[in-house]
């Protein structure tokens, strides 16, 4: 059959001869159009992106948007937007900033929706809810991972073995039994896990014997470390590395409020209270508050 000048959903006048409309749409690089009667078990698919959608009129205006003209470039890295405000939001990777403050806590954010989500943590909102077992959540794309649980879809599967999963994080998790990545390392001693939560596990056990190791020294005197500038050793690196700054006079931690340094991070944070007017150490039996732990020592001492 001759082709009777159908438009593609990009608007333009496809002039391939012949062919089904899947055909036609394929040749241009756009995804077919689905076949009604599976539509409600396979939603249609963006081949490009591999992202699904409810119906077809939401897959359409993806792929419009896919061929529309996208005018604002990143001078950084060449990517282009439809929109300005989305280069602009998009350009804030590189400049590294972040406008959108939460009043509460301080963090900020580089999207103005990262900043919602977010203050959900402190209002304990969680805005979207299951419609099947009422379990809700405070962001939208952790209802849609949650409902796949009902509906039983995994729609990422590993190019490997085959297998499905639920969400993109678990088959890139899964992905790298095959690739033998490991990226995430442990600070103390090195060693690399293929998933974070095995390095948390890995800590966790290895924290709590090298806790045993610096406690055994207190009995046996041992001090493996040693100043190069006097001598002196110590039980801990941690404490050599406190006491070198007496040498070098470097006091990397500085108070925003004052500018006043300290050798010590824990000497920073209780000074930091003389600006906060914090007092996290209250007496059980009057409730007076203070600044410091031995100052409510000696009030109870002397008074309670």
Not at 248 to 258: N, V, Y
Request: charged letters at 25%; hydrophobic letters at 20%; aromatic letters at 8%.
């Amino acid at each position: 059959m001759p082709n009777s000048g159908r438009k593609s959903p990009g608007g333009s006048t496809c002039s391939q001869p012949g062919g089904s409309q899947g055909a036609q749409l394929g040749h241009l690089h756009l995804p077919a159009l689905p076949e009604p009667q599976r539509l409600r078990k396979n939603p249609p698919r963006c081949p490009e992106y591999d992202k699904r959608f409810k119906n077809q009129t939401a897959l359409d205006a993806h792929v419009q948007s896919q061929i529309r003209e996208r005018p604002f470039h990143c001078t950084d890295c060449g990517k282009s937007y439809i929109y300005k405000q989305n280069l602009l939001k998009h350009q804030c990777i590189h400049t590294g900033e972040k406008p959108f403050t939460c009043t509460d806590c301080g963090q900020s954010f580089r999207d103005k929706n990262n900043l919602t989500t977010h203050q959900c943590i402190h209002t304990g909102e969680k805005p979207f809810a299951c419609s099947k077992c009422r379990k809700s959540f405070m962001r939208k794309k952790s209802l849609i991972i949650h409902q796949r649980i009902h509906t039983k879809e995994k729609p990422f599967t590993g190019s490997d073995c085959r297998k499905s999963f639920v969400d993109r994080q678990n088959l890139l998790s899964h992905q790298r039994l095959h690739t033998g990545e490991k990226p995430f390392t442990c600070t103390d001693c090195g060693k690399s896990f293929s998933l974070k939560k095995y390095l948390n596990r890995h800590q966790q056990t290895f924290r709590k014997k090298w806790t045993l190791i610096i406690h055994q020294r207190t009995h046996t005197g041992e001090k493996p470390f040693t100043c190069t500038d006097c001598g002196q050793s110590f039980s801990e690196k941690a404490k050599l590395k406190y006491h070198q700054h007496i040498h070098t006079g470097e006091k990397p931690f500085t108070c925003s409020d004052c500018g006043k340094s300290f050798v010590k991070r824990p000497n920073l944070l209780k000074h930091q209270r003389i600006h906060t007017g914090e007092k996290p150490f209250a007496c059980t039996n009057c409730g007076q508050s203070f600044r410091e732990k031995r100052s409510l020592i000696v009030h109870q001492r002397k008074i309670c």
